[in-house]
């Protein structure tokens, strides 16, 4: 692994004194001055004082900070090639314990990656980075309460969520009174660490108990963090250099655990207008078919099921991973519950609004391959949709008997479309691009691609709506989009990007907490 930096930085201006008594060691034969420094803990005073040759003693004060600096990376996949990046936008929780109360956290900040985590070392004791839970705050200095993953049956369960970082602060001279106050008395050591409440096997955790002895001058290289494996580099735009034996790897096991698995006695579920819809994910009511899964459910008075469809291929790699409550690996049903509610919530209503009867989410949250969108569980990528349309009535005729199908001018009809842009080009159904033209007489004989080109536009206008109005943040698919395309006028800005990782889907991501 490599190094943490460690740093003193003087916060503020030297004070002047005169008078203090000079120590028995800062006296000299010659006459001459002879300074020693007193290395401070962070927010206290570093006192260095200067013996001059009339005898006065001239008493400089300095406050200082200490902290670490880890620049935070992640490996993408993109057609097979890897790639290497910032990994920004992944919010977090820095707390902090004291060895003599070891059990009660405290706040020190929450924030989100920008490439990097800066770690101020206070005191001596316990540091931990959570990953921060969607829609929850934090004060500083307040208590933190560590989560628990849920049970099926909406009860906390006995397994903690995993932090994926921890550094362990102690005094180098293991001295008695910095154990009390709690100081931070340079020299110090500072050890990696994981609490591996689960008791997972070595081999499936980041190798820790690296131990780093800092005093106030020392500077050594930036401890570089990963989703998959670690490397240090000498700035945040030079290349990664070569692995080394000190990589600190964050395994998909250890963000798998970092992960919360949700229950349906979550606020957020009960709160949702589509609670028993909602419930149904998190007590893992769904219909089993291998490694897929469906859900079934109805609006209010329906008499026909709409079908939420979870491809086995959206949680393969979550399903290499073991069960918060086993050595066994997890099901597709508990990676499901990895996804926050809101997700959820959101399409469930965007479902209800859209007339969509079915819906096949190709992927969610997942600890492997990708951005930090899915890892932080708010995103998710749906393709083929099924969804009612009114269209002109073909057979309709003004004198047909009241009540006959011929006798209302419109009907609803349900079309079907995938959101790609890979597949043959005789496969029709991707022949949905919303900026796409359509026919000259679409509003009173549309064709088939009219139909298609219209349920796409109508669904990437909500999902436009909703970026606008705040419930979505970053979004991707198949084709670039600017708003007007989609019908919000006077408006050219982007909202939708594609690469080739997103040609055949449209990934959403719920809320704003990642933009």
Known sequence: MGSPTVEPVATTPPQQGAGAPAAANNQNNSGAAQTTTNAPAVGVQSVTTTTTTTGCTNTVVLNATYKVKLNVGTYNLDDGVITTTGASKLPYVLVYASFSQPDSWTVIKTSTTTGGIVIPLENIGYYRLYIKEPRLTFQANSTFDIPYHMNTD?????????????????????????????????????????????????????????????????????????????????????????????????????????????????????????????????????????????????????????????????????????????????????????????????????????????????????????????????????????????????????????????????IEEEITITFRRDLAATDVRQDCNPSTALSANSSTAPTARDKRITLSKNILNHVATGKLGGQLGWTGGPWTLNYNQVGITNNTTRFITTDNTHKHHIHLTVGTEQV
């Open 154 to 410: 909406g009860t906390a369960s006995t397994h903690q969520v995993q932090p994926f970082f921890g550094l362990r602060v102690e005094s180098a001279n293991n001295c008695a009174a910095d154990a009390t106050t709690n100081k931070l008395t340079p020299p110090f050591t500072v050890t990696t660490y994981l609490p591996n409440t689960l008791s997972r096997a070595a081999n499936l955790y980041p190798t820790t108990g690296q131990t780093f002895t800092l005093t106030q001058q020392n500077s050594q290289s930036t401890l570089t963090l990963s989703g998959f494996t670690t490397r240090t580099r000498s700035s945040a735009t030079a290349a990664f250099q070569t692995q080394t034996e000190n990589t600190y790897r964050i395994t998909f096991q250890l963000w798998s655990d970092c992960s919360r698995a949700y229950g349906h006695l979550h606020t957020r579920v009960q709160n949702s207008t589509h609670r028993t819809i909602l419930e149904n994910f998190y007590r893992e009511a769904m219909t089993v078919s291998g490694n897929s899964r469906r859900l079934t459910f109805r609006f209010g008075t329906e008499t026909r099921d709409r079908e939420i469809f979870f491809d086995e291929g959206g949680t393969f790699g979550a399903r290499q991973t073991l069960s918060f409550s086993s050595q066994t690996n997890m099901t597709a049903s508990e990676a499901i519950r990895r996804i926050h509610p809101d997700v959820w919530d959101y399409w469930v209503s965007a479902m209800q609004t859209l007339n969509l009867t079915y819906s096949k989410i190709g992927s969610a949250w997942r600890p492997h391959i990708g951005s930090t969108y899915h890892r932080y569980s708010v995103a998710l990528d749906f393709n083929d949709t099924r969804g009612m349309l009114t269209v002109p009535n073909p057979n309709y005729h003004s004198g047909s008997p009241p009540g006959s199908p011929n006798a209302q001018p419109e």
